[in-house]
């Protein structure tokens, strides 16, 4: 009797938990509604964008969860392909972290359209005379098919991972047609076994591939130009490891909440915060040798549009922002040199955390404190957010974490076949 009432209380405290962050979640996507029946109906004047700051907090959004998004299926894939045995903990919601944050992306250019009802001009329609209405020399055609592709290849990464669980989630409930469907007749056979893992694989080797391509491409909306502080040739390389860096410490954060909330003790162990701050750690130091390249460049090459771009940012009125992002995000990952913080979940997600806010901070720095500056009698103009900005990134935060929540309570969220056959052997 004592174990049951023990077990019920366990419960009872892991739904008000699951409720209270969901509630909060969805608070954060109504203030985020709301921001976007401002653009909608007063156009994107509301978001304080000018002849010179055309992109502001909507592409930052979308560069910050972009890399976020890559992240989760790549971990999962290299983890798979390099046999790394704590994979098994955290490769389902990765998976899970990617399509969400993925599509929560795609939302952000097509919310800055102005007109979101025509985003289908992306698509290869042909007009009436026949031939196609895309400009291939805009990397934002790119953005379009690679982040499509890679969107693709995640659903069917993370479908095909989820078989065998949502076959055993068929026998506990008979009756549920819409999870039958989606086991697609699954019974556990040695050649449906053999075909799963093959396909797993070789999925994952393409994952691994796109991750790096895709962000490249990503990265591409700046390289390609010639606008100050954008045109050059390492930003594929700086986006990359941004995107890794940021993916690990959302990770991370969502590993924490799905111990807590679903009481994976035996599942999610300090071994894993641990090998993530290690990784974490290792990111932090390239992406420093990156931050110093840029500032040697801009030095050697001796482009005085770029120094005083550089100069800018270092005394300018966003330079306090620019350190505090430098800081945030390889100064706060420094601290992972200590053990007893690495195998510390709490302290971990307190500098991910951190870091998250770093990393947006960045890529804010990047599209902004750029975008400030012209060519022109080098005429500056300064960006500040607004309430409806503010909005923005309330939006995103809240549909990230509502779908995530939605996601680890109504699927399985770890693997539980690989953790059987582990236990298996």
Known sequence: ????????????????????LLALSLLFLLLGMISIFYVFKYGLAELALSNNIFWGVLITNFVFWIGIGHAGTFISAILLLLRQSWRKGINRFAEGMTIVAIILAALMPIIHLGKPGFFYSLLPLNNNSGFFLLNFNSPLNWDFYAIATYLLVSLLFFYIGLLPDLARMQRLKRKNKVIAFFAAGWTGTQMQWQNHRQTLYLLAGLATVLVISVHSIVSFDFAVSLHIGWHSSIFPVYFVLGA??????????????????????????PAHFEHMSKIMLGTSILLTFVYLNEIFMSLYAYDTSEIALLIQKSSGPASLIHYFSLFLSIGIPQLFWIKSIRINSKSVIILCALILIGMWL??????????EMGFISRITEEYSLNLVSGGMILFGIGFFFTFFLLFIRYLPSISYYELLTNRKK
């Open 244 to 269: 890794l860096l940021s993916g690990f410490a959302m990770l991370c954060i969502l590993a924490e909440l799905n111990r807590r909330i679903n009481k994976l003790d035996s599942v999610i162990r």
């Open 1 to 20: 009797m004592m174990t049951t009432n023990s077990n019920m209380e366990s419960a009872g405290r892991k739904n008000k938990l699951w409720r209270a």
């Open 362 to 371: 960045e890529r804010f720095m990047i599209i902004v404190s750029s975008s």
